[in-house]
Nanobody
Framework: QVQLVESGGGLVQAGGSLRLSCLIS????????MGWYRQAPGKQRKLVAG???????HYVNSVKGRFTISRDSAKNTVYLQMNNLKAEDSGVYYC??????????WGQGTQVAVSS
């Protein structure tokens, strides 16, 4: 059974921090590069950070230096530590495979709202 359960979102003031978590089925976690995607209201879902199964990470320019993606193999969980949050970081965050065309299931996501 496919499992992608995102959590950790919330409402935070600009400059604040949040830590997102994504519990993933072992079969997906162990075999894929995983990423965090953000979908802002009225916009397409976009990748913001990714991490390979070997632990190599990459980020879009807008979050470099502020976001950190990590993975815990013992817990089949991927995290996204978000610091110095900005209003433009707001949206629903999803975790899934990279590329997203390889994903055949999406979780419910977790809402992040940053007030300026």
């Amino acid at each position: 059974q496919v499992q992608l359960v995102e959590s950790g979102g919330g409402l935070v003031q600009a400059g604040g921090s949040l830590r997102l978590s994504c519990l993933i089925s072992a079969s997906i976690f162990n075999s894929n590069t995983m990423g965090w995607y953000r979908q802002a209201p009225g916009k397409q879902r976009k990748l913001v950070a990714g991490i390979t199964k070997f632990g190599d990470s990459h980020y879009v320019n807008s979050v470099k230096g502020r976001f950190t993606i990590s993975r815990d193999s013992a817990k089949n969980t991927v995290y996204l530590q978000m610091n110095n949050l900005k209003a433009e970081d707001s949206g629903v965050y999803y975790c899934n495979k990279i590329p997203d065309t390889a994903a055949d299931y999406w979780g419910q996501g977790t809402q992040v709202a940053v007030s300026s």
